[in-house]
């Protein structure tokens, strides 16, 4: 199973392939940030610590949000549209 990492409580997770960012950062139980849930407003964003290869590639809509904020799709992904694939990812939320 996938397995998340939150920082900086190292609050962890085992998760289900196929879940976002944001589902998995709450079974590790964090309050994760959020405002739209759907990939628009930016609010979830939050750094890739290790594992970016475990996570779906961005999307156009993920990609243009993040580029509206001056993040680096490399380093800072928006956890409610990205889905865990498999292995191990730690992120850093933002805010
Ligand atoms: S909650 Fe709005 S982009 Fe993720």
């Known amino acids: 199973m996938p397995k998340i990492t939150i920082l900086p409580h190292h609050q962890t997770a085992e998760v ?6 944001l589902e998995a950062g709450e079974k590790a139980g964090v309050e994760m940030e959020a405002g739209c849930f759907n990939c628009s407003c ?14 779906a590639d961005p999307t156009p809509e993920e990609l243009d ?16 549209c990205v889905k865990i694939l498999r292995g191990e990812v730690t992120i850093r939320q933002s805010h």
């Open 16 to 21: 289900e392939a196929g879940d976002t960012l």
């Open 42 to 55: 930016g609010t979830c964003s939050a750094e890739i610590v290790s594992g970016m290869q475990n996570l």
């Open 65 to 80: 949000v993040l580029d509206q904020w001056n993040k680096d799709p490399e380093k800072v992904r928006l956890t409610c």
